[in-house]
């Protein structure tokens, strides 16, 4: 038996309001699927565990501060290159002088790229990091892993 999958503009021609519980039995029985992507059950697993937390946004994008140093900006970006391959860069900018302080490139994006730029710009011989020193990024999943907030700590 074939699904029938109605568009939303059919079901708005009928215009006869149902419960949601007779709506769910009628497409259970008449074996009615709906084509709405489902939720990422993994993203809710991570904000359930708590593993990856979000730090609040100390910053308020006040990004130009006097002080070299005090304001760390990190990002990943894709480079393609070649027939169709993929590198990654991650890097860590001086937010009040623009430069580029830290970086790394990969062949796979894992929470290692995110972790060794960090490394590079403590090696940095070059940079000072000032008090009260702030590093900003997205919320992206290599920026929320434990690992990657617990070496900006230290």
Not at 83 to 112: C, F, H, P, W
Request: net charge positive; proline share 3%; with cysteine.
């Amino acid at each position: 038996m074939r699904k029938k999958i109605f568009t939303e503009k059919e079901i708005k021609l009928l215009s006869v309001v149902f419960n949601l519980k007779r709506i769910r039995r009628i497409m259970k029985k008449y074996n009615i699927k709906c084509p709405i992507r489902k939720a990422n059950p993994y993203r809710r697993m991570m904000k359930a565990t708590q593993e990856h937390r979000v730090v609040p946004n100390l910053l308020i994008r006040q990004f130009k501060q006097e002080v070299p140093g005090k304001v760390l900006l990190t990002d990943i970006t894709y480079l393609f290159y070649g027939k169709g391959q993929k590198a990654y860069l991650s890097t860590i900018k001086d937010a009040s002088t623009n430069e580029i302080v830290a970086y790394n490139v990969s062949n796979r994006m894992t929470i290692d790229l995110a972790t060794d730029t960090l490394l590079k710009l403590k090696q940095n011989r070059n940079f000072t990091k000032a008090k009260d020193a702030l590093i900003h990024s997205d919320q992206g999943v290599h920026y929320t892993h434990p690992e990657f907030q617990k070496m900006v700590i230290n």
